[in-house]
């Protein structure tokens, strides 16, 4: 069956670190992956999408790359702040039927 | 501003009741989805609808209704026949018609905590 699997264990970084975050997917063959940030009780908030004919998309701070022979999405968050902390979630589509969300990772950014 | 609106913040119900929770939007998009997120849990697709006057099961729809009368609006009943109604609820929209509707982002609103005891 189709999996998504992103690590459940929060990743615990420092200040001005990069965070890196894994997206793991099998049996899938994604046309398009998405990652959201989400902060608790509050809807999920779109930050990034990747077609799977790119390999890096950036925006300010962040950077997704997209690997369809490993099957994974890494996110990367440079110089990160204690404000990134949350949960984020990435997504995929096949191109046909549904948006699947992993579960998320939550990311604590300490000072 | 634009944007999704989702009433109340948080619900109780009894057991045996339904629920109908609010979804508004005025981004102008045709797609509208309802999601649960349970603790622990990655968001799972209740129902969409690409286009008004049309709406598609998702992946766990039983004990769920909706209607999309109107573009901007997409209430979801929570039934009484759901055994497991307590989570939390997020309605979310995008841009694109028909199936391309999944390839684009996704806004979601602020979401509905209900409790059914």
């Known amino acids: 069956s189709q999996k998504i699997e992103q690590n459940s264990e929060a990743l615990n970084i420092q200040e001005g670190k990069t965070a890196t975050l894994t997206c793991n997917y099998t049996?899938?063959?994604?046309?398009?992956l998405q990652w959201y940030r989400q902060d608790p009780g509050r809807g999920p908030v779109f930050l990034l999408l990747i077609r799977e004919n790119e390999k890096e998309k950036r925006k300010e701070r962040l950077k997704v790359t997209f690997d369809t022979t490993l099957k994974q999405s890494l996110f990367h968050i440079t110089a990160s702040q204690p404000a990134d902390s949350a949960t984020y979630l990435c997504?995929?589509?096949?191109?046909?039927?549904?948006?699947?969300f992993g579960k998320g990772t939550m990311l604590l950014v300490s000072p | 501003d634009g944007g999704i609106t989702q009433s109340p913040k948080y619900l109780f119900r009894k057991e045996g009741q339904n629920v109908t929770l609010s979804c508004e939007q005025n981004l102008n998009h045709d797609a509208m989805y309802w999601y649960r997120q349970d603790p622990g849990q990655g968001l799972r697709l209740i129902y969409y609808s690409q286009i008004v006057n049309d709406f598609q099961k998702g992946d766990i729809a039983e004990g769920y209704s909706v209607s999309r009368e109107k573009k901007e609006s997409f209430p979801l009943t929570v039934t009484s026949a759901q055994k497991n109604p307590t989570a939390f609820y997020l309605c979310?929209?995008?841009?694109?018609?028909?199936?391309?509707?999944?390839?684009?982002?996704?806004?979601f609103g602020p979401g509905t905590r209900l409790t059914v005891t």
């Open positions: 049996n899938y063959s994604p046309a398009y």
């Open positions: 979310a929209s995008s841009t694109g018609q028909g199936p391309t509707s999944f390839s684009y982002e996704q806004y």
């Open positions: 997504a995929l589509y096949p191109g046909y039927s549904t948006l699947t």
